[in-house]
């Protein structure tokens, strides 16, 4: 059996959730409201019969699966909610802002079978945490004892012993639980004595690595993982002892376990061809395409704002990489990350974006709107807080009290943080800036997109249920509820 998480996959929950019968009895309707630029359908689903409207969002970015698959598990639960009324609330749904960037994400990861779906899922979620914590440790190991003016030999070896055994950095990584292992490598370098030369040092370093890795039981994650770092460490020191001056740059290894499989499967062959040129043009990393955020041409849908800081970025022609794990890959560009706009001599808005404001802007002046949630995928927090600078004083004040409530009723369920930061560049920011009530959660905890979320199953029922209980919760609030915010004029 294939694992579920694919586009055929969500067409089919979508077809068989307007089949369950208590939906049925709350009036589930499903429009196509649009096409994408692939000619991906643009699904919107309303449930309810009542006069307040509350929108629910998901699928933004491509990777971010479980938010996707969150909003449809809310579906069905929903005869389940408590405070759900259909007389007095109809939902507006949109379950898959993004489906070409979903897509391509799912599509990349569609080899795992279901039997090991988890335990992939597992291992993925270590790689792409380890990528971080790998980098962090050896960057500084190369800092601290190389990279220093006195290069005396017999010091160089003092200031790597002496990293090895004190160094913040490098003692996180026995504290993670992926390598337990490193005292072996430790240990060993306390033992060399009598070094006479860099390449010296660097082949003797080389030799126990490869000590190390012959011991490997490379069927255990663990230490497929721990083999990962003591390679990229021998790269490091292959490196040195070659005298090349150029950044290091090693292979990621959530990256590495896909990049082999290319750009096929998708529902669309013409995304395809034109996914795999925006790699060769812009030489994304191969495997990359894991973690596809933005949509298919290759714009990530929050930063498609006028203010995003990828204008600035494109006038100064600077080049720009995403954070770590993502720092392999271009930002500001099509691509995985993505860019702002296409064209940024002309800006517009991506289709999947204007379809969204469409129906938030109808349901607002036809007096019906309550809130909006957009759902993305991993850290567990709250974005509440409209940008003061650009709205004016009484707008904001309204937006920021009612925001505040509602972030404060979904944080008692769900113990998510909320943050006090608010931002100009997002979409999601103008979103919060334009109409009452636009709360972007971030789901799961557990990260590491599209894959990350499912390495531990109980994980996801966490989530699923923490997030339905404040969803119910925001129901029972905003049944009582009166008093609408009606301002047409809230930008400055
Ligand atoms: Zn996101």
Redesign the pocket.
Known sequence: MMNQLNYLNYKERLESLLENPLLKEYGIKKYTIGKTNYAYDFDYLTVGYGEKDIFLVGG??GS?VISTDFILQLLSSLPTLEHFDPNVFTLKIIPLQNPEGYDISTATFSSIDFLNFEDKAYEYYLRYRADNIIYTAIQELVRVTFEVPNDIMEDVLQRLKNFTLHNEKWLRLKQNRVFPKIDEFNHAIQEIEDISSKEELCGELIMHLKQIENRLNLSSVQDKMYFFFLNALEEVFIQMLMERKRKIVFPKLYQDMFKEHGFHGLQSKELEKDIESIYKIYHHPLGSQINF?ANGSGVNL?ANHLHSIGMEAYQKHEVFYGLSPKDNIQKYVPGPIGTSCLNYHNFTYAVENIFLENLIKESFYQGRYEMTFLY??SGGMIYYKPYQDLMKKEAYFDFYQYNQTLAEIYERSTNYQILEESSTTGYGDYLRRTYPGVLLIELSKMGGNPLGPYGDKSNTIRVFEENNAAINEVFHYLKKKKRKIKRKDNNA
């Open positions: 933004t970015h971010e955020d929050n993305h995928s």
